[in-house]
């Protein structure tokens, strides 16, 4: 599976983005898709996933409230509705694509920048 992301840009603080996660492959279905981040000079953190069927969804405390997972398994797209977006939300965003719950994620797409001003 090979994974694309986009829909990063440069926000003001209470803004909205909607990230976008593009895979390759027939099975796309059948896979768990994360959403992470990594801010510069932190860790990556995970953000959120969502099962292949889009039924169970999980978030980080962070940012629950403001984000929704989401997936079209017909267009092999999953998203990240981004709300009332916060500074400390700047960050790369990547997705990966894993097996399981909680998943081990297997493959990881490239990752979009998102920056948010205040």
């Known amino acids: 599976v090979q994974l694309q992301a986009s829909g990063g840009g440069l926000v003001q603080a209470g803004g909205s983005l909607r990230l976008s996660c593009a895979a390759s492959?027939?099975?796309?279905?059948?896979?768990?898709m994360g959403w992470f981040r990594q801010a510069p000079g932190k860790e990556r953190e995970f953000v959120a996933r969502?099962?292949?069927?889009?039924?169970?969804?999980y978030y980080a405390d962070s940012v629950k409230g403001r984000f929704t997972i989401s997936r079209d398994n017909a267009k092999n797209t999953a998203y990240l509705q981004m709300n009332r977006l916060k500074r400390e939300d700047t960050a790369v965003y990547s997705c990966a694509a894993g097996s399981s719950w909680p998943p081990r994620y297997e493959f990881w797409g490239q990752g979009t920048q998102v920056t948010v001003s205040s």
């Open positions: 969502i099962t292949g069927n889009g039924y169970i969804t």
């Open positions: 492959g027939r099975t796309f279905s059948s896979y768990v």
